[in-house]
């Protein structure tokens, strides 16, 4: 399963699960689960989560065997 991580203007890190694709809408950046057999958001696209743009720093795609964590 396809996850995000997006870091805030205040350092804080959400993790957006479940969401294949993400775009901006308008003042809002909006992440995407695509539907079956689907590579672009549509019409069949559930939206997963959205956030303000302007609060964003980073958004780096997180898959499950990939994502390493800092220990210390």
Do not use: N
């Amino acid at each position: 399963m396809t996850s995000y991580e997006v870091t805030l203007r205040d350092k804080t890190v959400e993790l957006v699960v479940g969401a294949d694709a993400y775009q901006q809408e308008g003042p809002m950046t909006t992440f995407f689960h695509l539907g079956d057999g689907r590579d672009v958001v549509d019409c069949w696209s559930t939206r997963v989560a959205s956030v303000r743009t302007a609060d964003i720093l980073i958004v780096r795609r997180a898959d499950g065997a990939s994502v390493l964590r800092a220990v210390g």
